[in-house]
Structure formats: structure tokens, C-alpha cells
């Protein structure tokens, strides 16, 4: 199974998005109605009062809808409550090192709730935000099976001081596929798997097994567009992860 073969194949789970806000349509709710496969079905006002920052998004899974009939916004399961506060901080979201030693970020609530949701148009930013949610999970368990690809060498010579650290300072089995040659100096600690052939240079790939805890596994797959932004989707599911790990390794040339 390639990586395309892969990507092709994913469902995300029917959810459904209610906006609760003081005023009507944040810019916030249009984004995600637009760049997630989830429908934004509802408004709901907040009293007249409320500051702006106290709005917030309820998701629910497995509402049904028709193409005549939009879904009630309490239809299906309740998933959680996001701020919106969180919901715009994951479109500029902070970057930070793996081991860096801070308060978890308003942003990745909206990383662990759209968990499985294909995105639609992600960017570079968001995508690295939640390659370093992956990468600090690894770094914590210190033990297991890392691999990334990178469409690029010079990508990777950039990222080498993070891959040098997380392998140097753990017993981390880290593999890097790059699509092109590799004529830079060998990066201490990594595996690199150049000429990966084209699949690699279409995709942003991270894999991390959990070092044998399902329960701390992680995955990430996006593919580029035409206009440079990404279809992502990632996840926490053990066997979801695995495969992602067996497509990566088949669409190496």
C-alpha cells in the first residue's frame, strides 16, 4: 500500500459543529465550516454581554443530515467543547521545541478534538505545530520508533539540530525519507533514507510507534495542493499508525 493508496482511503467520522458567540458567523466558524470535512450547522447567540473571547464551538459525532435537511445542532454524540479563543490560535499557532518546558498551548485542544478530520487546507505552520505535538509525545516515551519524510534535503538539514537532540538524548530509533539526493554530512543518531522516490516529495509524513504503548502512538499524513496548502488528517490509532508506517516504507523507491 503506497502513501496515496493510504491518504485515499481515510474517513473522517460524521461530525457537526455548533457556534456559540455574541455575535453571528465568527470568521473562526466560516474557516472550519470551509478547510474541515465537519459541517458547521448552527449559531447559537451568547448573551448580549459576553465578551468576545467567550464564545465557543460545541463538536458532536455522528449527527446525520440529508442534502435537504441540515443536521440539528444537537444531533449526535457530544465530543467537546472548544474556546474560540483556541480555535484561532490553532491558525497561527506557537512552535516549540519538543523538550521545551511549557504550559500546554490553547491550540492543541483543537489538535486532539479534530483528531481523525480530514482537513482541507492546512498550512505549513499548522502542520509543523502538530508534527511537534508528535515529536514531544516521542520525546516523553523516549524509546520506540520515529519516521519523517521531507520533500526536501535542505528541509531536513534544517530540522537536523531537533532529530540530533530527540535521538542523541533518548533511545529513539529516528528515520528520516527525503525525496531528493542526500550530499550533506551524516546527521548523528538518524537514518536517512534518500532518493525516497516521488510519493515522498508529495506528502508530509510523521510516524511515531508509542516505543510499544499503543496508547502513545502518533500519525500524520497530509498532501500537497496546487496552491501549496495541505489536505491533512492525523491520529492517535495504534493500528491507523502502524499501517502509515507500512505505506511509508512501501513508497520508498
Known amino acids: 500500500m503506497t502513501l496515496s493508496d493510504y491518504f485515499d482511503r481515510l474517513e473522517a467520522p460524521a461530525r457537526t459543529v455548533t457556534v456559540y458567540a455574541p ?32 464564545g465557543f464551538l460545541v463538536v458532536r459525532e455522528g449527527a446525520e443530515k440529508t442534502s435537504d435537511e441540515p443536521a440539528s445542532g444537537e444531533d449526535g454524540e457530544f465530543v467537546a467543547a472548544i474556546g474560540l479563543a483556541a480555535a484561532r490560535e490553532f491558525l497561527e499557532p506557537p512552535i516549540v521545541a519538543p523538550w521545551a518546558e511549557t504550559d500546554d498551548g490553547a491550540y492543541r485542544r483543537v489538535i486532539e478534538v479534530f483528531e481523525a478530520t480530514v482537513w482541507q487546507a492546512l498550512d505549513r505552520r499548522q502542520l509543523l505545530a502538530i508534527s511537534r505535538e508528535i515529536e514531544t509525545r516521542a520525546w516523553r516515551v523516549g524509546s520506540g520508533t520515529l519516521r ?3 520533500q526536501r534535503a535542505a528541509a531536513l538539514e534544517a530540522m537536523a539540530p531537533v532529530y540530533v537532540r530527540l535521538a542523541g538524548e533518548s533511545t529513539l530509533d529516528v528515520h528520516a525519507y527525503v525525496a531528493d539526493e542526500w550530499d550533506r554530512p551524516s546527521i548523528p543518531g538518524v537514518t536517512i533514507h534518500a532518493d525516497a522516490g516521488p510519493e515522498i516529495g ?8 508509542g516505543g510499544g504503548d499503543e496508547l502513545r502512538t502518533g500519525g500524520l499524513i497530509a498532501r ?19 499501517e502509515l508506517e507500512d505505506a511509508l516504507r512501501d513508497s520508498v523507491d
Open 23 to 54: 455575535q453571528p458567523r465568527p470568521a473562526i466558524a466560516d474557516r472550519i465550516e470551509t478547510e474541515t470535512g465537519v459541517d458547521t450547522v448552527d449559531y447559537r447567540s451568547l448573551p448580549a454581554g459576553a465578551a468576545a473571547e467567550e
Open 148 to 150: 519523517v519524510s521531507f
Open 202 to 209: 508529495t506528502f508530509w509524513v510523521l510516524a511515531f510507534d
Open 224 to 242: 500537497e495542493r496546487a496552491d501549496g496548502t495541505f489536505e491533512g488528517y492525523w491520529t492517535d490509532d495504534a493500528t491507523l499508525v502502524a
